[in-house]
Each structure stands twice: as C-alpha cells, then as structure tokens.
C-alpha cells in the first residue's frame, strides 16, 4: 500500500519564478492538504483540497493556488517566487474533509535563490 | 482559533532515561490532538492520536500521551529512550471551520538522547 508521495524531492528556483509541486495521496484518500515548513518551525496550513475543491485556506497570499485532479492527486503552484519562499512543502492525505488523521509525505525542499 | 504550545524547544537526554515532552493547547469545546514525529530530511510521522475516550493514549515506538483537559495539557512520553528517539517532535491540534479540518502544530521540541 503506497504511502503519500511527493515530488519532486529537491528543486532550486530563482527569485521571481513559477513552481509546481506535485501529491499522490495514500491510497484510498480523496482530501488533500499542503503545509509550508520553514527551516525550525512547525508546518503552516496552506490550504486544503477535497472533491476538486479548495475548501479552506491558510493565511497565504494569492501567489500560492493549487488544484486537486480527479484521481485525487493535487499540484501546488507558487508564483513570482520569493527568498522567503524558501521552504520544505509538506503534503497530508486523509480520507474525508473532517474528523480523520493526516497522513504526510516526505515533503519536497524547495530553495528559492 | 485553536493554537499549540510546546514549552521546550530542546530536550538532551542520556539514553534508557524517561522523557517528557510538554505541549499545551487553547481551549475548545471538543479537540482532536495529535504528536507526530519528524527525523532529519523526512516528513511527518504519527506517534498518537486522542480523539475521545481514554485520557491516556498509546502510540508508537513505546510513546504515550496522557491528556488533561483541566490544564490544557497532552504531554508525551516515554519511560526508556534510545539513540534513534533523537528526532524532532511536534504537537499539533485540529482546527474545524466548517466543514473542513486543519492541522495547527506547535513550534517543535528537538529530542536529542546521548549515549
């Protein structure tokens, strides 16, 4: 049973850039959440995804959107990309928007230049 | 808004020791509480959860929380630790706003066992 997959693992962008990061969620999930954890902090809530929906979101600015796909996988766009940025970008899956345990993937770093 | 405190932010232990970790939360009506663990260049793990029932709830890797809604209080556990507890533990409590949940985590406590 696949666990939560994230990819890519390491990626180096520069100042002003667009990203995509991509999630696969645990097998039998259909609600996916993305976190940004900077270097010695806990994970910040960005936003979360169920039913093709963003149906909560973080304090984030606009430049952070996302998408959830049919199969339930998710992508997380961040645009004209800044030093602060800088991050690992964490993706959970649980099963159903509400009440159910977060399972995370090993998070893709990002490194904004 | 819910919110999460973990009082330590590093914890040296000699291994076989006991540890405790200390997180406190804001009050809510009902909560859902959970410690997760996260060792170098990897993502989260779950060591336990308390959702409702038994105050005192056992996890993985021989951990176990005790939660005290009088104090505000889900401190984790463990009575022996070994070198590879060395990681770095965060304590987190879910937030519903309507019909979503988020995760809010604390700002981390790093166990660090010597030998």
């Known amino acids: 049973d696949a666990g939560v997959t994230q990819s890519p693992t390491h990626l180096i962008k520069t100042r002003g850039q667009q990203v995509t990061l991509r999630c696969s969620p645990k097998?039998?999930?259909?609600?996916v959440s993305w976190y940004q954890q900077a270097l010695g902090q806990g994970p910040q809530f960005i936003f979360q995804?169920?039913?093709?929906?963003?149906?909560q979101r973080g304090n984030f600015p606009d430049r952070f959107s996302g998408h959830q796909f049919p199969n339930y996988s998710s992508e997380l766009n961040v645009n004209a990309l800044w030093l602060g940025d800088s991050a690992l970008y964490l993706c959970?899956?649980?099963?159903?928007?509400?009440?159910?345990?977060?399972?995370f993937g090993p998070g893709t770093r990002l490194t904004v230049t | 808004a819910q919110s999460v405190t973990q009082l330590d932010s590093q914890v040296p232990v000699f291994e076989e020791a006991p540890v405790e970790l200390r997180c406190n939360y804001s009050?809510?009506?009902?909560?859902?509480l959970f410690w997760y663990v996260q060792y170098p260049n990897q993502g989260l793990q779950l060591l336990l959860k308390?959702?409702?029932?038994?105050?005192l709830v056992k996890g993985i890797n021989g951990f176990e929380a005790e939660f005290n809604k009088s104090q505000t209080s889900f401190h984790l556990r463990k009575p022996s630790v070994h070198i590879s507890d060395t990681a770095e533990y965060f304590c987190?409590?879910?937030?519903?706003?309507?019909?979503?949940?988020?995760?809010?985590f604390g700002t981390g406590t790093r166990l660090q066992v010597f030998p």
């Open positions: 009050s809510s009506v009902s909560v859902y």
């Open positions: 959970a899956s649980s099963l159903g928007a509400v009440g159910y345990e977060q399972y």
């Open positions: 308390y959702l409702s029932g038994s105050t």
């Open positions: 097998s039998g999930h259909d609600t």
């Open positions: 995804y169920y039913e093709e929906e963003e149906r």
């Open positions: 987190a409590v879910s937030d519903r706003r309507g019909n979503t949940d988020k995760l809010i």
